[in-house]
Nanobody, 126 residues
Framework: QAQLVESGGGLVQAGGSLRLSCEVSGRPFSNLAMGWFRQGPGKEREFVSRINGRDNSIYYSDFVRGRFTISRDNNKNIVYLQLNNMKPEDTAVYYC???????????????????WGQGTQVTVSS
């Protein structure tokens, strides 16, 4: 079992920045692919970004590409999501998730991730 704990959420003005962190324990971190999802008010949970463990391949949703940056520190067992130039529509609970499988068909699907954090609230004011 892996345990994931997010931190770094908060209230920020439009155009501002935040850095979210997700610390992982319970499984070898370097083998895990790590993803970020978010769920806005009244919306379904959606994919934000992913970074693989084996080759560090990175994926972004179109609505965050160029504004958000995912990274990982395998020495600290932490994955980060840097949020820049934030918009009110970025308001959501942000979740990190871990994929321990050797093969993933759809990196954007929640079903591909076996472990989830509790989420951290991000609120962007206009």
């Amino acid at each position: 079992q892996a345990q994931l704990v997010e931190s770094g959420g908060g209230l920020v003005q439009a155009g501002g920045s935040l850095r979210l962190s997700c610390e992982v324990s319970g499984r070898p971190f370097s083998n895990l692919a790590m993803g970020w999802f978010r769920q806005g008010p009244g919306k379904e949970r959606e994919f934000v970004s992913r970074i693989n463990g084996r080759d560090n391949s990175i994926y972004y949703s179109d609505f965050v590409r160029g504004r958000f940056t995912i990274s990982r520190d395998n020495n600290k067992n932490i994955v980060y999501l840097q949020l820049n130039n934030m918009k009110p529509e970025d308001t959501a609970v942000y979740y990190c998730a871990a994929d321990a499988k050797a093969l993933t068909m759809n990196v954007m699907s929640q079903l591909e991730y076996q472990y989830w954090g509790q989420g951290t609230q991000v609120t962007v004011s206009s």
